[in-house]
């Protein structure tokens, strides 16, 4: 015959701790508990829940790896050459030169007027 433990479960707003022989009488304790205690941040993480839900939904049907590349990507600003070379009419590595140029000539004004 095996031993039968009881299943603990800790509530993370307030740390209150609840029992049951099996897991499920445990979650529905913590359940009620949570319902009854902390009702407005269970409203907020439904609301929350429902908005990514949401926005998972209208992004349907795009292609995964272009939204990859939109949202997933650290670094903006230089990476479209072919754009910034038919827009400016100039070469990449001049534009740069220039933009990175205006930004040091702004930072040292800065520092020098101080």
């Not at 949570?34 to 941040?41: A, N």
């Not at 429902?50 to 209208?58: D, N, P, V």
């Not at 400016?88 to 534009?95: A, I």
Request: glycine share 8%; net charge positive; hydrophobic share 35%.
């Amino acid at each position: 015959m095996t031993k039968r433990t009881k299943v603990w479960l800790t509530c993370s707003r307030c740390g209150r701790r609840f029992s049951g022989d099996t897991k499920t009488e445990a979650l529905n304790k913590m359940r009620r508990h949570l319902w009854k205690e902390h009702r407005d941040w269970m409203v907020k993480r439904i609301k929350v829940g429902q908005r990514k839900a949401r926005r998972e939904k209208e992004l349907e049907g795009l292609n995964p790896a272009l939204l990859k590349k939109i949202f997933g990507s650290k670094v903006v600003g230089f990476a479209e050459r072919p754009v910034i070379e038919k827009i400016t009419g100039k070469p990449y590595e001049e534009v740069k030169a220039q933009v990175l140029g205006f930004f040091a000539d702004m930072l040292m004004s800065g520092i020098l007027k101080q």
